[in-house]
């Protein structure tokens, strides 16, 4: 998807904005998994997730490209639209950010203070998305999607950090919601000549990019209901599928049970605060652990912006309801 030049271009560009995040080996989580675990703290981030990379490309993209643009308008269950809101009005511009109704409020909260004009609208992400196109078009505003190939560049770089320290890692375990964080990191494997294999991880309750993948053609699924927020995708980017679908190494799910018990495993064995799709790829490790023991592995913990009320339910051995 990208030459070299390309990625380390993006990468010089992020690092302009943000510094590296670290990638981490934790001895205790080698215990619990039986590999050699690094972990990609991309919740580390200005704003606790790994999307921002993308907005700081994006948006360096769409005001060079779009010179009299006004504003942007987007859909989000929270990660992507801080990304985008931060980035946009840094450039003077307006950031209108759709949410599905019943969206967390601490994620709410932090777009806001970003500087978005926060919309609530639908039940679900996908029906969100909708209308933010359809306002987009209605105000003269510049859609960002989930998936884009500037976004996809900028997130990339995280994948080129983890994989530029740890040339060789055997397997990456990455969480799928729109394929973004998946598709950038195939991307900077390939664009350094890797072996590395790359496993997808989806929720048991949102599989449509696992579907989608067996069926070689996107599937769409009539509910997402899972407390990892990030990965509550019904309808797959198709860009996307055309890519981790042929080059992902395989697709798994994991059940918000799994989730939650990888969360209760980072706090406790490396103090880290992490959401429910930051902990899938920790999730699916475990759930392969008899496969990948004695072996290298990355993780991608893809970020930290958990409501503070599932946070508590979770470290007390429960798993909240969507």
Known sequence: MFALSELEDAVAFVHRNMPPTPQYRWPL?????GADVVVKHENHTPTGAFKV?????????????HPDVLGICTATRGNHGQGQAMAATRAGLVAKVYVPKGNSIEKNAAMRSFGAELIEFGEDFDT????????????GLFVVPPFHRELVRGVATYAYELLSAAPDLDTIYVPIGCGSGICGTISARNALNLKTKIVGVVS???????LSVAAGKPIETNAASTFA??????????????IYGKEA???ITVSDDEVATAIRLYFRHTHNVAEGAGTAPLAGLL????????????????????????????????????
Do not use: H, Q
Request: contains cysteine.
């Open 204 to 210: 048991e309750n949102a599989p449509t990019a696992k």
């Open 128 to 139: 969100a998305r909708l209308e933010a196109y359809r306002v987009a078009e209605a105000e």
């Open 29 to 33: 989580l080698n215990e619990e998994t």
């Open 287 to 322: 759930k392969e652990r008899n496969a990948m023991a004695g072996k290298k592995v990355g993780v991608i913990l893809c970020g930290g912006n958990i409501d503070t009320e599932w946070f508590a339910e979770v470290l007390s051995g429960r798993t909240p309801n969507p």
């Open 249 to 251: 190494e395989r697709i």
């Open 53 to 65: 990379r993308g907005a700081y490309t994006f948006m360096d993209w769409l005001t060079r490209t």
């Open 229 to 242: 927020d990030g990965i509550a995708v019904r309808i797959p980017v198709p860009e996307a599928l055309e």
